[in-house]
């Protein structure tokens, strides 16, 4: 399990989920009773970012076990790439919001999570059409 190319993708997309919840995305200052205060945002800052958040980071992690139903995997993965972009989509509406924003370094890691969904589909797509070849071959 752990061996297959898409396992790791979807473990990254993992990993990057979480890591979204620890580093900033982007600092900068916001508005609060007329007076400006410094804000960092994070996935955890915004409750529809959270929500979203973990659930790619869930969805992700429940993949990983669905290595015997390829199609459903392959299924998931293009819902965690939706979920992703509208996770990416969330920030930026977020960051227009905000007064002189500056991109943070692991600002990174929201984009890793729809590339890795992506990848792991390409993979679990490969092997069904592997599966499907060698069942041609009986």
Not at 49 to 69: D, E, K, P, Q, R
Request: charged share 15%; hydrophobic share 55%.
């Amino acid at each position: 399990m752990i061996q297959r190319r898409q396992t790791l993708y979807l473990l990254l997309a993992t990993v990057a989920a979480l890591l979204s919840f620890m580093f900033p995305f982007l600092t900068g200052k916001e508005m609060d009773k007329g007076v400006p205060t410094d804000i960092s945002l994070k996935a955890g800052s915004r409750f529809l970012i959270l929500l979203l958040t973990g659930a790619s980071l869930v969805l992700s992690a429940v993949i990983i076990f669905l290595y015997n139903n390829r199609k459903q995997q392959m299924l998931l993965c293009w819902l965690g790439l939706v979920i992703s972009v509208l996770i990416i989509v969330m920030y930026i509406l977020e960051m227009n919001n905000i007064l002189k924003p500056t991109l943070a370094l692991s600002c990174i890691f929201p984009f890793m999570i729809p590339a890795c969904y992506f990848l792991a589909y390409r993979y679990i797509h490969k092997d069904e059409k592997l599966i499907k070849t060698l069942d041609k071959l009986r």
